[in-house]
T-cell receptor
Framework: NAGVTQTPKFQVLKTGQSMTLQCAQD?????MSWYRQDPGMGLRLIHY???????DQGEVPNGYNVSRSTTEDFPLRLLSAAPSQTSVYFC???????????????FGQGTRLTVV | GDSVTQMEGPVTLSEEAFLTINCTYT??????LFWYVQYPGEGLQLLLK?????DKGSNKGFEATYRKETTSFHLEKGSVQVSDSAVYFC?????????FGEGTQLTVNP
């Protein structure tokens, strides 16, 4: 199994450009989420989804959009990149069914984004 | 809201030294607790977990005990190796969301 696959691994953007970070999982997980990792701040939740067609905001949603048209894919869109969005982005997925509340989250390898 | 506080890093140890990384939490209800490890250039991997009070999670020589009375989940290993060098994250899950601590960078020197 591929697990959670993120693309690209590295990206440099100019301020104001837009781009989409891709995330796909092949484990039929209901729950998917995006985090950003910044030094000294751990991982902060951007957006999450509990199933196809359902998304919600996390701790730091401003400047990011998401959609969940299929169970497998959960892309993260930056509509107008800003230097403050320079970070490492991680996608994660896990089961989210009643009776499986304690299942672990699986993470992608991350996307290192620099906005200049 | 939920929060996780880890001891500040970075931590530098010699091989075979004893490791403790402190983690305390604030949460409503009865969260599950996790330790994740991130090796250089990689994503996070689950190291161990505990789902209720007094549970002990263990894996690869690491262990942590869910202490409800002190709201803690400290990570320990009796003898670290160079290959244990990584960033360690304490996390809790209450409901759907996973809340992470700041991470602790561990470097083990030969």
């Amino acid at each position: 199994n591929a697990g959670v696959t993120q693309t690209p691994k590295f990206q440099v953007l100019k301020t104001g450009q837009s781009m989409t970070l891709q995330c796909a999982q092949d484990m039929n997980h209901e729950y998917m989420s995006w985090y950003r990792q910044d030094p000294g701040m751990g991982l902060r939740l951007i957006h999450y989804s509990v199933g196809a067609g359902i998304t919600d905001q996390g701790e730091v949603p401003n400047g990011y959009n998401v959609s969940r048209s299929t169970t497998e894919d959960f892309p993260l869109r930056l509509l107008s990149a800003a230097p403050s969005q320079t970070s490492v982005y991680f996608c994660a997925s896990r089961h989210d069914q009643k009776g499986l509340q304690r299942t672990e989250a699986f993470f992608g390898q991350g996307t290192r984004l620099t906005v200049v | 809201g939920d929060s996780v506080t880890q001891m500040e890093g970075p931590v530098t140890l010699s091989e075979e030294a004893f490791l403790t990384i402190n983690c305390t939490y604030t949460a409503t209800g009865y969260p599950s607790l996790f330790w994740y490890v991130q090796y250089p250039g990689e994503g996070l991997q689950l190291l161990l977990k505990a789902t209720k009070a007094d549970d002990k999670g263990s894996n690869k020589g690491f262990e942590a005990t869910y202490r409800k009375e002190t709201t803690s989940f400290h990570l320990e290993k009796g003898s670290v190796q160079v290959s244990d060098s990584a960033v360690y994250f304490c996390a809790l899950r209450s409901g759907s969301r996973l809340t992470f601590g700041e991470g602790t960078q561990l470097t083990v020197n030969p």
